[in-house]
């Protein structure tokens, strides 16, 4: 090696050991340390944020913008031909503000029941198919849209599985060759349990559609309600005693296990419960009871049988909480240690709501963190009541990006330094962020949210990626 290489090698060298400080400080940043100083802006990337609206009922003053990082409409519409379409003839009063304000919008094709009947009809026949995948591409060049995502609720066969991953390929070779290779978006949904494509067909190894797709958009909700046996969360952050795998962490893992790449799952996130009428008072004491069998009414909003939205739930008339946590007379507000989520009863009516709240959703975003997923997803916008529930999707989404912009600052190559002077003050990991919640006894205790880890935001397999690259090509 000449002398030349040799200062190469050692200039690299020290570059690297820099890049593995950075990693080191990632992993041991605590987010309770982030100053104020620190800004949210696009410098960074922000992890993924998915909020998913209606095309044609949603209020676009009502979007909360600088919380999202992509906008789903659900759904676009397939007939027997395969022509994709629209009930929004006007669809700019959407696309145009969410670009302005730096949001990728992308339609959904499917969803559950006429939706993915006509999705499943159409990828059963190559001709239709093809033709479909056709339309999608002359839809994203009318409307200016960014991606596609493809709900199919829920594959019947193996074959279908295989129709699915086909028509994904297909999809994907013809929004690159249209608009130049990355340029865009490629999603499809995820069915809750088991890391399998649907409830009747077995797990396949999912590695070669999470290849093909950006995201893969995890429905980790509806897990119980009054379709169950028993009255349960709509969304069990553990696993329900006797339930084995209907979890949020027990999906996520099932997925991971089956071959879908961490980076590319987003989880989703529920703005509403599910109801139940169960068959005994005892409800007060226990969420786990017989259900009656009886068709509970929807809530006094958005009037959905079997199910209450956020909205429905903190209605100022007739909603069942006075509070975010608290509820109103008649009903009683209990917090489950097990499966970290809150349940309202109702005794006269033998009503049951297993719900997400302010404080289960914080324990989810910690998870979706800590995992190192690529983000999160929320059915739906609209069912926010005063953007409350938005309030955790605005501090998780700007987590990732705050996160690393401390520690670029706190390291030693100063990206961030303008006078080129390093910063010698140390992190203080002493602190942490807590949020208060109330166990079933009404007591208030404690449990920490967005916790830190190495995992935050993929960045420090990042960084560590990067330094073993520059020292393999130093070697060169």
């Not at 400080?21 to 949210?40: C, F, M, Q, W, Y």
Request: hydrophobic share 40%; glycine share 8%.
């Amino acid at each position: 090696m000449n002398i030349a290489g040799i200062i190469k090698f050692v200039f690299l060298l020290q570059f690297a050991a820099s890049v593995q400080g950075l990693a080191s400080r990632l992993a041991t940043l605590d987010l309770a340390d982030v100053p104020e100083k620190v800004i949210n802006s696009g410098v960074l990337n922000k992890t993924v944020v998915f909020g998913y609206t209606y095309e044609t009922a949603m209020n676009v003053s009502q979007i909360p913008w600088e919380s999202l990082t992509h906008l789903v409409l659900a759904f676009f519409q397939i007939n027997a031909a395969g022509d994709v379409t629209t009930a929004n003839g006007n669809l700019s009063t959407i696309i145009n503000p969410a670009h302005r304000n730096g949001v990728k919008v992308i339609a959904s094709i499917g969803g559950s029941g006429d939706g993915s009947v006509a999705l499943a009809r159409a990828l059963d026949a190559k001709e239709i198919s093809a033709h479909m995948i056709e339309s999608v591409i002359e839809n994203i060049k009318r409307h200016n849209l960014d991606g596609i995502d493809i709900d199919y609720e829920f594959p019947e066969t193996p074959q279908q599985i295989k129709s699915l991953y086909s028509a994904l390929k297909s999809t994907r070779y013809a929004l690159d060759s249209a608009f130049g290779k990355g340029q865009k978006i490629l999603t499809t949904t995820l069915f809750s349990s088991n890391g399998r494509f649907g409830p009747n067909v077995p797990q396949v190894n999912a590695k070669p559609f999470s290849d093909i797709v950006d995201y893969g958009l995890l429905m980790s909700y509806d897990y119980f309600g009054s379709f169950s046996q028993i009255s349960a969360p709509n969304s069990p952050f553990y696993d329900v005693p006797g339930y084995p795998g209907l979890s949020f962490t027990s999906s996520i893992a099932a997925w991971l296990s089956a071959g879908w790449d961490a980076e590319k799952l987003v989880a989703g996130l529920a703005y509403y419960g599910r109801t139940a009428i169960v068959s005994s008072k005892s409800a007060q004491i226990t969420q786990f009871m017989p259900n009656s069998g009886a068709a509970p009414p929807g809530g006094p909003i958005d009037k959905i049988a079997g199910a209450w939205t956020w909205a429905d739930l903190r209605d100022p008339t007739e909603g069942a909480l006075i509070a975010p946590a608290e509820a109103r007379q008649g009903w009683q507000r209990f917090w489950d240690n097990g499966t970290q989520t809150p349940w309202l009863f109702h005794l006269d009516s033998q009503t049951y709501i297993g719900y997400d709240d302010i404080d289960s959703l914080s324990v989810k975003a910690n998870h979706i963190i800590t995992e190192g997923l690529a983000g999160a997803m929320v059915w739906m916008v609209q069912y926010d009541y005063g953007r409350e529930l938005e309030s955790v999707v605005q501090s998780y989404s700007s987590v990732c990006s705050r996160i690393f912009r401390q520690a670029l600052e706190q390291s030693e190559l100063s990206l961030l330094d303008s006078d080129g002077q390093e910063e010698s003050e140390e992190i203080d990991n002493s602190k942490s962020m807590s949020h208060k919640t109330r166990d079933s006894g009404g007591i208030i205790s404690t449990h920490s949210t967005f916790e830190p880890s190495s995992a935050s935001c993929n960045l420090y397999r990042l960084s560590q990626a990067a330094a073993l690259a520059i020292l393999a090509f130093a070697a060169l």
